[in-house]
């Protein structure tokens, strides 16, 4: 198993290492459940004639609270990484769970559901309806959740739901509530983004370079919204090349040509 760079007390629960996590790929009965596991995960891309293999079995867990960092060079394999652990795109082999329940493998309606349930993700592409303003893109993120509130009670949820308008007011936004995607800049639409990923108060939260544009004190709010997320309770994953990211993780994993090196 590959070793893992601790920066800040990282939790015990968690693992990472590009061979299985353990025997059956499940957590065994003296660990606590998982918020994320990725077992033994492989993604082969083909273009013409052109094969690439941008993940090579890729194992991690993240537990509840614990903030992961995923570091490596352009083209190494962590949106692709992201995008399966997001059920947004299916690894061709191995499997990815939520909370112990099987994300990969299913139906893509069976996945964004668990998706618009659990987890928040916010992708380099971005998340915003463009025909929706961000205040609609906020509230429709919340209602696609409802069902699970219903389901299983608010009390299961890590911290209080998060109030559209304080949402907005802390990756200051409040008064471009009515602004449309096309109408902000990049590092307001980052912001609006990451609004909307935790407007489902997500267990998980999945990002993609989520402060790339911003300036040092645009940065440090969203990382304080991505701590307080993680304090009440949710696992980070964070795909970033900024050292200040990589600061507040409590653990670094560095992918090389879609392995876990370190
Ligand atoms: N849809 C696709 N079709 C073909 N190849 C792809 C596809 N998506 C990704 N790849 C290839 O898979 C590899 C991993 O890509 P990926 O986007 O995951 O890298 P990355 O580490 O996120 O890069 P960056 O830091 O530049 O965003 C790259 O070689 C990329 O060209």
Redesign the pocket.
């Known amino acids: 198993m590959d070793t893992v760079t601790s920066l800040s007390g990282s939790n015990a629960a968690s693992s990472v290492s590009s061979g299985p996590v353990t025997g059956n790929g499940r957590p065994t009965s003296s660990e606590p459940t998982a918020a994320l596991t990725a077992d033994r995960l492989y993604r082969f ?1 083909r ?1 013409g004639e052109e094969e ?1 293999l ?1 993940l090579r079995g890729v194992s991690l867990t993240v537990a509840p609270g614990e903030t992961v960092a995923v570091v ?1 060079p ?8 992201l995008g399966c652990l997001a059920g947004l795109d299916e690894p061709d082999g191995g499997t990815v769970r939520v909370g112990g329940q099987r994300l990969s493998h299913r139906p893509e309606a069976d996945r964004a559901r668990l998706r618009a349930r659990r987890i928040g993700v916010l992708l380099q592409s971005r998340n915003l309806l463009p025909h929706l303003n961000i205040r609609a893109n906020i509230e429709l993120a919340r209602t696609a959740c409802h069902g699970r509130t219903q389901r299983r009670g608010t009390t299961e949820r890590p911290g209080a739901p998060v109030a559209v308008m304080d949402l907005l007011e802390r990756v200051g936004l409040a008064r471009r509530a009515e602004a449309y995607a096309s109408e902000l800049s990049g590092g307001e639409l980052a912001r609006a983004g990451l609004a909307v990923a935790l407007a489902n108060d997500p267990d998980i939260v999945l990002a993609d370079e989520p402060t790339g544009e911003l300036d040092g004190d645009t940065e440090q709010h969203v990382l304080e919204l991505l701590r307080d997320r993680a304090g009440a309770g949710a696992a980070l994953l964070v ?1 970033t090349h900024s050292p200040r990211v990589v600061a507040i993780a409590d653990r670094v994993i560095h992918l090389h040509d879609g392995m876990v090196t370190s």
């Open positions: 891309f273009t690439t941008a490596g352009s083209g190494c394999g962590k949106s692709t990484l795909v």
